[in-house]
């Protein structure tokens, strides 16, 4: 039988501005995500130094760098979805809801 459940939501922050321009530096994306890697759903026991959190991780969208949100992050710690959410308001970045595709 078919998991009926609808997928969990994810919030996308483009690396392209509000101006349409693209954000610096080069590695943002990285660095927002190494900072979110202790943010780990129960019993993960990877190490947060090596890996990053399976609710914010970097992805490349053609040749837009993006850091993809699972909006379960807000169920472990609100204040950690709204950093980096603020994080792209702060810096006029563009998000889209949406949900990644298996």
């Given amino acids: 039988m078919p998991n009926s459940a609808p ?3 994810e919030l996308f922050i483009q690396g392209i501005t509000t101006e ?6 080069s590695d943002w994306a990285e660095r927002l ?3 979110m890697a202790q943010f780990r759903p129960p019993g ?9 959190s399976p609710y914010v991780r970097p992805l490349l969208q053609g040749e837009i ?34 949900c ?3």
């Fill in 7 to 9: 997928p969990p939501r």
């Fill in 65 to 98: 760098k993006c850091v993809v949100i699972d909006e379960r992050l807000g169920d472990i710690d609100p204040k950690a979805l709204d950093f980096v959410l603020n994080f792209a308001h702060d810096n006029h970045l563009v998000v889209v809801q949406a």
């Fill in 44 to 52: 993960d026991t990877r190490d947060p130094r090596f890996c990053y």
């Fill in 20 to 25: 349409g321009k693209p954000f610096r530096p």
């Fill in 100 to 102: 990644s595709l298996e």
């Fill in 33 to 35: 995500c190494g900072v």
